[in-house]
């Protein structure tokens, strides 16, 4: 199980923390942004695979912003996935 820490842009979340075991998300963490929603997202997230989290929460705004937590964190794992496969 490989590690990673993302910080995004645009959002109020501070830093985005998870872990890859073979394209399935474990330990979820979100530093900062909406506690309840960040948490909630952590636990329907945990051991499902990242490649249908992506499909799912990119594109994601959040009120006008043209970016989310939840699309920030479907960067990074593709950011983790390219790297695992690069």
Known sequence: MKSYSYVPRGVCAKQIFFSLDEGKIHNLYFEGGCPGNLQA???????????????????????NKN?????????????ALAEDHG
């Open 67 to 79: 970016t989310s937590c939840a699309d920030q964190l479907a960067q990074a794992l593709e950011a």
């Open 41 to 63: 997202i952590s636990r329907l997230l945990e051991g499902g695979e990242a490649q249908k989290a992506i499909n799912l929460l990119k594109g994601n705004t959040c009120g």
